[in-house]
């Protein structure tokens, strides 16, 4: 069996509020015997996630599965192992900058309130 990483998209919008559609993308490890199984398997959860959302949130938010965009192989999983690159051409770098300082401070202290409501 070998692993692979997934992108599964979606889209949602309230019914309330037509206007707004969005959509989320999610990167999904997938154990499958080759890349056609991960794909098959890759979208049979993007059914399946679909479905249980439609019951949870029947009146709240319409959230549908679009299909699997992106598909890699991953050669091992080892600590620090890189899962995925994307390259960013941002607009203004320096903001980019500070949203990526200000991103990781959160997670810091969001990490930390964490690890302190464990102890």
Known sequence: M???LAK???R???PADT???QFDEQLRLIQA???LHAFHKAQQIGQQEQLISDEQTIHQVNWYFIDVTELYKLNQ???GAEVLSQVC???DSNRYQREVRLKAGYLLSSCT???LQAL
């Open 2 to 4: 070998e692993w692979f």
């Open 8 to 10: 599964l998209v979606y």
């Open 12 to 14: 949602f919008q309230s």
């Open 19 to 21: 206007t707004h559609i």
């Open 33 to 35: 015997e080759d890349e």
């Open 77 to 79: 999983l080892i600590d």
């Open 89 to 91: 051409l941002p607009s």
């Open 113 to 115: 309130d964490q690890f």
